[in-house]
């Protein structure tokens, strides 16, 4: 997503802040095991057990935060990865197809997208379903009606917020990029048809909006006007 800056286009001061707490955090938490041990071979049996039962008492608050930013993190690697798949899968068929993108996902099963787990985010908890109904369970929103010759940064599908806990949306582009960005970015983009399809030429924005629809567009998230 975008980074916070001030009227001068300087990053804010509290983005650096907010880099430097963890860091300090991490530092006086690996210290005070070695500061404890050095107390305990000089017999300052206080200074040792106060400061050992300190650094307990820390990792048991702070390891089901760490363990609960592991899973996320694990989940939006899983999610890139899987929604990337499908868009390249769109890639191949359209290729085939004389350059025509794939109406649904559930096509994609013949061209390197057959696996069922590719189209849930791991973020979500949700649990594969049969692919012959791919489009009914699939957590993922595509983009249908595409051409090769739209442009390279045009939508091609999206993991709704709704799968990330109302923090996050996954993107992915023709070309196969992959963009993170929050609900309010998300939202700001679907109203801008301009950069959703990634041109300003105003003939060829109207063809695009005539022959492309978003698919499953039930996410509350969603608030497209055009």
């Not at 069922?116 to 049969?130: E, Q, T």
Request: proline letters at 5%; hydrophobic letters at 40%; glycine letters at 8%.
């Amino acid at each position: 997503s975008a980074r916070h800056v001030d009227s001068e286009g300087n990053p804010q001061m509290n983005e650096f802040v907010g880099m430097a707490i963890p860091l300090i955090v991490a530092v006086v938490w690996i210290s005070l095991p070695v500061v404890s041990v050095s107390a305990l071979l000089r017999k300052r049996w206080g200074v040792a057990i106060g400061l050992g039962g300190l650094w307990v008492l820390s990792a048991l608050i702070c390891l089901p935060s760490l363990v609960a930013n592991s899973v996320a993190k694990i989940g939006i690697a899983y999610c890139q990865t899987n929604l990337s798949l499908p868009a390249r899968s769109a890639a191949m068929y359209a290729e085939k197809h004389d350059g025509l993108y794939p109406l649904g996902l559930s096509s994609l099963t013949n061209h390197g997208a057959n696996y069922s787990k590719l189209f849930v985010c791991k973020s979500s908890g949700h649990i594969p379903g049969d692919m012959e109904r791919l489009e009914e369970w699939t957590d993922y929103v595509y983009v249908s009606g595409l051409i090769t010759n739209d442009p390279a940064t045009c939508v091609v599908a999206f993991c709704p917020p709704e799968n990330h806990h109302g923090k996050l949306v996954c993107v992915v582009h023709r070309d196969g990029s992959v963009q993170w960005m929050n609900p309010s970015e998300f939202i700001a983009l679907t109203n801008a048809p301009a950069e959703f399809f990634g041109t300003t030429d105003t003939n060829r924005l109207a063809e695009i909006q005539k022959r492309v629809r978003i698919l499953r567009s039930t996410s509350s998230y969603i608030k497209v006007e055009w």
